[in-house]
C-alpha cells in the first residue's frame, strides 16, 4: 500500500510539487494575518492604540506617573499611639523622615553624607554602608525628581520594652546607576514609583528590650554587634558610634518595600 501510494505521488506532475509549498507558504501568510488582526483588536481594547508594543510602551509611561497607595493604618493605629504618647505629634516624625529622606537621597547622588546635623546615627550607618558600597563598585548611582508623595502610619507594636512606630512612604523618582558613562542598572529618563518603610523605635525600658546587655544594633562600618548602652566606640573597628537614648524616638533607616522587604 505504501509503495503504491509513494508511486502516484512520484507520477504527480511537477506543477504538483510546485503547489505544495505554495499552498503551505499561504496558509502561514493567513494565519500571521489572523494573529496580527487578533493582537491588534487585543491592543486597542486594552490600551487605545493598534500597535501591541506602543500601548506597552505607554502602559510604562503611565505607570511612572501613579504613585503607590501606601498601607494607611493611620485611623487604626493612630489612637493606639496617642493613647501612649498623648503628647506625640507623630505628624513632626513625618516630616523629619521626609527631610531626612530627600538628604539621604541627595547624599547618595553626590556621592558623600550629606544629612542634616540632626540625622539619626543608624541613618547615617545605612548611607555609610550605601557610599562604601558604591564606591568599591566605582559605581555613581544617581535619584533624581524625587517627590515624596504620602506618608502615612503602616504599624504601630509595643513589644520586650520597646514601641516601635513604622510609617510608609510613596515616593516616585529617577534612579540609574552608572560606571564610566555606561549605564547599569535604572532609567535616565523613566521614573520609578515606590514605596519605603521608616520606622522610628522608642525605648521604654532598658532592661526588658535587653538593651542594658545587648542592644540589638549593629556597627554602621562593620556591622559588628553594639553592647551595651553607654558604649561609644565599636570595640572591633573602632568607629565612633552615639549610644542609644531611652524615652527618645529613633529613625531606624529606610527600606524600600519589595517582594524581599515588605
Same mark, same amino acid.
Given at each position: ?25 499561504? /496558509? +502561514?501568510?493567513?494565519?500571521? $494575518?489572523?494573529? $496580527?488582526? =487578533?493582537?491588534?483588536?487585543? &491592543?486597542? &481594547? ?12 505607554? @502602559?510604562?509611561?503611565?505607570? #511612572?506617573?501613579?504613585? =503607590? ?5 493611620? *485611623?487604626?493605629?493612630?489612637? *493606639? ?12 516624625? %513625618? ?27 543608624? /541613618?547615617?550607618? @545605612?548611607?555609610?554602608?550605601?557610599? *562604601?558600597?558604591?564606591?568599591?563598585? %566605582? ?12 506618608? @502615612? ?5 509595643? =513589644? %520586650? ?6 510609617? %510608609? ?37 532598658? #532592661? ?12 554602621? &562600618? ?16 573602632? +568607629?565612633?558610634?552615639?549610644?542609644? !537614648? ?14 524581599? !522587604?515588605?
Amino acid at each position: 500500500m505504501k509503495t503504491a501510494l509513494w508511486l502516484l505521488v512520484a507520477a504527480a506532475p511537477p506543477v504538483v510539487w510546485l503547489l505544495v509549498p505554495a499552498v503551505v507558504l499561504l /496558509l +502561514l501568510a493567513v494565519l500571521v $494575518l489572523v494573529l $496580527l488582526k =487578533k493582537a491588534e483588536r487585543f &491592543s486597542r &481594547s486594552l490600551f487605545g492604540t493598534k500597535s501591541l508594543a506602543e500601548g506597552l510602551r505607554r @502602559q510604562e509611561r503611565e505607570l #511612572s506617573r501613579t504613585p =503607590k497607595s501606601v498601607s494607611g493604618m493611620t *485611623r487604626i493605629y493612630e489612637p *493606639r499611639l496617642l493613647k501612649d504618647f498623648p503628647e506625640l505629634n507623630w505628624r513632626e516624625l %513625618q516630616r523629619r523622615a521626609e527631610q531626612w529622606m530627600l538628604a539621604y537621597f541627595s547624599a547618595i547622588s553626590q556621592g558623600k553624607d550629606g544629612l542634616p546635623e540632626d540625622a539619626s546615627e543608624a /541613618l547615617r550607618g @545605612q548611607l555609610a554602608l550605601r557610599l *562604601r558600597e558604591n564606591r568599591r563598585r %566605582q559605581v555613581r548611582e544617581r535619584f533624581e525628581e524625587v517627590v515624596i508623595h504620602d506618608t @502615612q502610619i503602616a504599624n504601630y507594636e509595643r =513589644k %520586650q520594652g520597646t514601641c516601635v512606630l513604622t510609617l %510608609q512612604s510613596a515616593v516616585g523618582y529617577i534612579h540609574y546607576k552608572e560606571k564610566d558613562g555606561v549605564l547599569l542598572e535604572g532609567d535616565r529618563t523613566l521614573a520609578v514609583q515606590t514605596k519605603y518603610n521608616i520606622p522610628w523605635m522608642y525605648v521604654q525600658d532598658a #532592661s526588658a528590650a535587653n538593651l542594658d546587655r545587648v542592644m540589638g544594633a549593629t556597627c554602621p &562600618s562593620c556591622g559588628a554587634p553594639i553592647t551595651g548602652l553607654g558604649v561609644k566606640k565599636c570595640e572591633y573597628c573602632g +568607629l565612633a558610634v552615639t549610644p542609644v !537614648n531611652v524615652q527618645v524616638w529613633i529613625l531606624q533607616g529606610f527600606y524600600e518595600v519589595n517582594y524581599h !522587604n515588605v
